[in-house]
């Protein structure tokens, strides 16, 4: 079972940055595929952006390309979600979880596709 926690997040003017960060533990780190994904209050849970195993395949929800990068460290057991350009529509809880099921290049921006979610971050942007 893989437990995460969850950090980085804040209150940041519009066109700030932020780096999030998801340490795991328990679990085989290394082998998981770590999504992100984002909440804001009254709307439901969209995909931000994933990084397989290895961390050579990284994909992004149209609205962050550019803007956001994901990565990982499999020594620390940590992935991250480097955030920079901020603009207030990205005001959301943040999380991170665990590609569980499914056909990976298909499924990957699909919430019920995924397990082991973290507890979530806030990121606020003001503008």
């Known amino acids: 079972q893989v437990q995460w926690v969850e950090s980085g997040g804040g209150l940041v003017q519009a066109g700030g940055s932020l780096r999030l960060s998801c340490a795991a533990s328990?679990?085989?780190?290394?082998?998981?595929?770590i999504g992100w994904f984002r909440q804001a209050r009254g709307k439901e849970r969209e995909f931000v952006a994933v990084?397989?195993?290895?961390?050579?395949?990284?994909l992004y929800a149209d609205s962050v390309k550019g803007r956001f990068t994901i990565s990982r460290d499999n020594d620390k057991n940590t992935a991250f979600l480097q955030t920079n350009s901020l603009k207030p529509e990205d005001t959301a809880v943040y999380f991170c979880?665990?590609?569980?099921?499914?056909?990976?290049?298909?499924?990957?921006?699909?919430?019920?596709?995924?397990?082991?979610w973290g507890q979530g971050t806030q990121v606020t942007v003001s503008s």
């Open positions: 979880a665990v590609f569980w099921s499914g056909v990976f290049t298909r499924d990957y921006a699909r919430a019920e596709k995924y397990n082991y």
């Open positions: 328990g679990g085989t780190f290394s082998t998981y595929r």
């Open positions: 990084i397989d195993d290895s961390g050579r395949l990284t």
